[in-house]
């Protein structure tokens, strides 16, 4: 099975904002496919944020993953949060998930960063079966705190 994962460019926004409308519906927000859209052009435009897609052998998108830059004051470096990781339910199993992970890791290599962070549900069962295969590490040392407006 080939599969391509390379960045995410304007070209791909439509493939994308159908990809991330379904993500934010999985999610339980109500979809939104022009916002989407929006969104993703501002992220993509203004560079606040890395997004890679990924592809079949038929050109046909199967997921992507987002990144935001973050930065360690203790470490004097780079992080980066890995927000958002999709696949599409017609794909799931297939080694997109993990393409798209190790994608970010040469990223995160490729900057010299610290590593990356992810926050996920304790009821996503497959995201957290998935993230330990992929040498990510369960933080159970620390809290998690968080304050919304």
Known sequence: MEQVVRKAKLFDLEDLALLFDAYRVFYEQTSDIEASQQFLTERLVSEESVIFISFNADKVATGFVQLYPLFSSTRMKRLWLLNDLYVHADYRGQGYAVSLIEKA??????????????????????????????????DEAHNYYSWEV
């Open 105 to 138: 890791k040469e990223l995160c290599r490729a900057t010299r960063s610290a590593g990356m962070y992810l926050e996920t549900a304790k009821t996503n069962v497959e995201g957290n079966a998935l993230y330990p295969k992929v040498g990510f590490e369960l």
